[in-house]
């Protein structure tokens, strides 16, 4: 067993990258067009805050006229300025949301020509609304009693700033998210459900709906929320979220919970070669050698040289008495 637990350790490292951080950051996704909104590559975008004089961060637009800036403190006010040869200046004040993404389209006028654009721009078509000011004051703080760990004053925060905000995403988001955390799956499934009304590439709704699903019992909505999943992209990304889980679990001494994680993880994403290694071991140590070469095969077809793998199918070979 402790051959085993050093095994797995050793395999969780590859994860604990990808593990995300406590704290939440809020991002801004930008989109600089013209009047007639083609968009303008190479304008520079400077970001500054009157709450903190010596913060600076500098982007400069793509040839799609894209930008994304990531705040790790959304309490403070900022500035955007944008600056390009041929075009007025523009600056709008912005309010980034915390562990959301706030969509925005500038709309920057040509030099001698009026003006354009609203105080924090318009919103990208096809994009959830950008919120209203007021209501990601009150969801910010709704994160903050969620990460001293008052759920309930989070929600009723979160749930203030839908009423601010009807059309707030990630409020309905986090919520699903506390009500989760308090083991209200189906309350987690129809909140993470709203939210993806909204926004339907919430990649955390999406997670949290899925999740859901799956402890409620509900397989077939949990195979659609997987396949959503898949579909945007992301489902490498909650493979290895479920992955860390099951290692969790494996350190609590629930084998069969932390099995149960990794076939979860496979199951979002075939390719990930050491969930399939992991299981094969598990299942090599509770004596099933025929499973653990089932398992050890399907990460030999993805790496065929890797060393783990062929180890383990030697392994089980012998104890299946396949060796010839």
Same mark, same amino acid.
């Given at each position: 067993?402790?051959?085993?637990?050093?095994?797995i350790a050793?395999?969780?490292?590859?994860?604990?990258?990808? $593990?995300?951080a406590? $704290?939440?950051?809020?991002r801004?996704?930008?989109?600089?067009? #013209?009047? !007639? /909104?083609n *968009? @303008?590559?190479?304008?520079?975008?400077?970001?500054?805050?009157?709450?903190? *004089?010596?913060?600076?961060i500098?982007?400069?637009?793509?040839?799609? /006229?894209?930008?994304?800036?990531?705040?790790?403190?959304?309490?403070?006010?900022? !500035?955007y300025t944008?600056?390009?040869?041929g075009?007025?200046?523009?600056?709008?004040?912005?309010?980034?949301? &915390?562990? /959301?993404?706030?969509? @925005?389209?500038f709309?920057? &006028? *040509?030099? +001698?020509?009026?003006?354009?654009?609203?105080?924090? /721009?318009?919103? !990208?078509?096809?994009?959830?609304?950008?919120?209203?000011?007021?209501?990601?004051?009150?969801y =910010?703080?709704?994160?903050?009693?969620?990460q001293?760990?008052?759920?309930?004053?989070?929600?009723?925060?979160?749930?203030?700033?839908?009423?601010?905000?009807?059309?707030?995403?990630a409020?309905?988001?986090? @919520?699903? $998210?506390?009500?989760?955390?308090?083991?209200?799956?189906?309350?987690?499934?129809?909140?993470?459900?709203?939210?993806? !009304?909204?926004?339907?590439?919430?990649?955390?709704?999406?997670?949290?709906?899925?999740d &859901?699903?799956?402890?409620?019992?509900?397989?077939e909505?949990?195979?659609?929320?997987?396949?959503?999943?898949?579909?945007? +992209?992301?489902?490498?990304?909650?493979?290895?979220?479920?992955? =860390?889980?099951?290692? #969790?679990?494996? =350190?609590?001494g629930?084998?069969?919970?932390?099995?149960?994680?990794?076939?979860?993880?496979v199951?979002? #994403?075939?390719?990930?070669?050491?969930?399939?290694?992991?299981?094969?071991?598990?299942?090599?140590?509770? +004596?099933?050698?025929?499973?653990?070469?089932?398992?050890?095969?399907?990460?030999?077809?993805?790496?065929?040289?890797? *060393?783990?793998?062929?180890?383990?199918?030697?392994?089980?070979?012998?104890?299946a +008495? =396949?060796?010839?």
């Amino acid at each position: 067993m402790r051959r085993l637990a050093v095994f797995i350790a050793a395999t969780v490292i590859l994860f604990l990258a990808a $593990a995300p951080a406590a $704290a939440q950051v809020g991002r801004v996704s930008g989109k600089v067009m #013209d009047p !007639e /909104g083609n *968009p @303008i590559p190479g304008v520079t975008v400077t970001v500054t805050s009157p709450e903190m *004089p010596s913060l600076k961060i500098v982007k400069r637009t793509n040839k799609k /006229g894209r930008f994304v800036v990531t705040h790790t403190d959304v309490t403070l006010a900022y !500035e955007y300025t944008l600056e390009k040869e041929g075009y007025q200046t523009l600056r709008k004040p912005v309010r980034p949301l &915390a562990g /959301g993404t706030v969509m @925005i389209k500038f709309t920057m &006028a *040509p030099a +001698g020509a009026a003006p354009a654009g609203s105080p924090q /721009g318009a919103p !990208e078509a096809g994009a959830p609304p950008a919120p209203a000011r007021g209501a990601i004051k009150v969801y =910010n703080e709704g994160v903050e009693a969620q990460q001293a760990g008052d759920l309930d004053t989070a929600e009723a925060k979160y749930r203030e700033a839908l009423e601010a905000d009807p059309k707030l995403s990630a409020a309905h988001t986090s @919520i699903a $998210a506390v009500r989760f955390l308090k083991e209200d799956y189906a309350a987690a499934a129809a909140e993470a459900e709203k939210a993806l !009304e909204i926004d339907p590439g919430d990649t955390r709704a999406l997670q949290i709906r899925y999740d &859901a699903y799956r402890k409620l019992g509900d397989h077939e909505k949990a195979a659609e929320a997987a396949k959503a999943l898949k579909a945007l +992209g992301t489902a490498t990304e909650a493979a290895k979220r479920v992955f =860390n889980e099951g290692v #969790d679990a494996y =350190n609590a001494g629930d084998i069969s919970a932390a099995m149960s994680k990794f076939l979860q993880a496979v199951d979002l #994403d075939p390719d990930l070669v050491p969930a399939w290694i992991v299981l094969a071991r598990l299942n090599l140590k509770q +004596g099933s050698p025929g499973r653990a070469l089932t398992m050890v095969e399907e990460a030999l077809q993805r790496e065929p040289d890797n *060393p783990k793998a062929l180890k383990l199918k030697f392994d089980a070979a012998v104890a299946a +008495g =396949n060796m010839a």
